[in-house]
């Protein structure tokens, strides 16, 4: 049943409730006690429908011009129904033997799984286990060192928690993504067990691929889901520290990069279409000191070399050659298309290799 200003409503999910005054978008504002507390729509239960409220005023309303009364005795007359019905509480939780096991998924929801590449993502975390958990969840880019907390509170036992929205500009800023839990039991006893330390990498293109949603025995609707832990075991431990991590591999990336040489394939033949020639467009491989130049220079330096590659193989037919430029903003990758679709039209181009090149670079193969 949609809900409806007027109607009397309780919180699924915390003490409290009244009647809903106003909706905006998906939070409605509940009068408890003569000031309004937003929740989420979905966080709602509907105890008593606004309709007979409103059907009892209009007759009331009626009944006292009829008689020549004033309205506002008709509005005293039909008063008491504004008093919000006492929220019932939630059954206690059954605790089964299972559940003394922490098990914790979570799992991004597309509001619309036709059109990944336009639509928000709900995320939500499943506590499959007869323990309370106070859960933290925190993302951040792979350039930074600071985290942006999403979501941080209680989230009770057996039950699936909504935490955050995520929208498709958030998606560009979160590359790795943090969930820290604390395990306990309210009001009895309760064996200790170690805090939760997650921290994975978030690859945001998966959320436009269609392949990566699927069902999960824990949602209704295809999702893309991160077990957290599994019967007591954490499934992506944090032991590593992620700093010293990020520092080797950006130095085993530099050391790996040189500057612009031929790769000769497994191959004996030294026939130019049998060779790949590997050209590094990052511009702390092309210029030794970038002290005073703009982005815009550096743009068109890169530019020049591309262009200065091109034409030196133009007459190498079947000569494949891969530009690296970075995964970045993209703003380099665009400027060499423009290039290659109309400067140097009738070549193949398509994406380098992913397994050694990631998603940083372009080959193109001169016809």
């Known amino acids: 049943m949609a809900l409806k200003i007027g109607d009397t409503v309780r919180f699924l999910n915390s003490v409290g409730g009244g009647r809903v005054v106003r909706i905006d978008g998906q939070i409605a504002y509940v009068d408890e006690d003569g000031f309004e507390t937003p929740a989420l729509i979905r966080e709602c239960v509907v105890v008593a429908s606004g309709d007979s409220f409103y059907k009892s005023e209009t007759r009331a309303k009626t009944a006292a011009q009829q008689a020549g009364q004033p309205e506002k005795a008709a ?10 019905a006492p929220a019932p509480t939630l059954p206690p939780v059954k605790e089964t033997p299972e559940g003394e096991k922490l098990n914790m998924v979570l799992g991004f929801v ?5 059109r990944l590449s336009e639509t928000s993502f709900d995320a939500f975390m499943v506590n499959d286990s007869n323990y309370a958990m106070y859960v933290t969840v925190a993302t951040r880019p792979n350039e930074s060192q600071g985290w942006t907390l999403r979501f941080a ?5 057996q039950i699936q928690e909504f935490l955050f929205e995520l ?4 998606l560009p800023e979160i590359d790795r ?3 820290q839990a604390l395990p306990l039991k309210k009001g009895s006893v309760y064996m200790l067990k170690s805090p939760v330390a997650f921290e994975q990498r978030l690859d945001a293109t998966k959320f436009a691929r269609l392949h990566c949603f699927g069902r999960n025995p824990y949602f209704d609707e295809q999702v893309l889901a991160l077990d957290i832990m599994k019967d007591d075991n954490p499934v992506a431990p944090a032991k590593v520290n992620s700093e010293e991590l990020r520092r080797a591999l950006a130095e085993k990336e530099r050391d790996d990069r040189r ?3 031929p790769v000769e394939k497994r ?3 030294s026939r130019p279409e049998l060779t790949v020639l590997e ?6 491989e092309l210029l030794d000191d970038l002290r005073g130049l703009s982005p815009a220079d550096i743009l068109n330096y890169q530019i020049d070399t591309f262009r200065s590659v091109m034409d030196q193989n133009l007459h190498n037919h079947g000569r494949r050659i891969v530009f690296i430029h970075g995964k970045g903003e993209g703003v380099l990758r665009q400027a060499l298309l423009k290039e290659l679709n109309h400067r140097y039209k009738g070549h193949d181009v398509a994406d380098a290799s992913f397994r050694e090149y990631g998603y940083g670079a372009t080959q193109v193969t001169i016809r």
Do not use: W, Y
């Not at 050209?279 to 702390?284: K, M, P, S, T, V």
């Open 167 to 170: 929208t498709p500009e958030d």
């Open 110 to 114: 597309p509001a619309d799984i036709k």
């Open 75 to 84: 509005s005293k007359a039909v008063e008491p129904a504004l008093v919000p």
């Open 177 to 179: 993504i943090a969930v």
């Open 267 to 269: 191959s004996k033949s």
């Open 259 to 261: 500057k612009p040489r």
């Open 153 to 157: 509170g209680l989230i009770e036992p």
């Open 279 to 284: 050209i590094d467009l990052h511009a702390g």
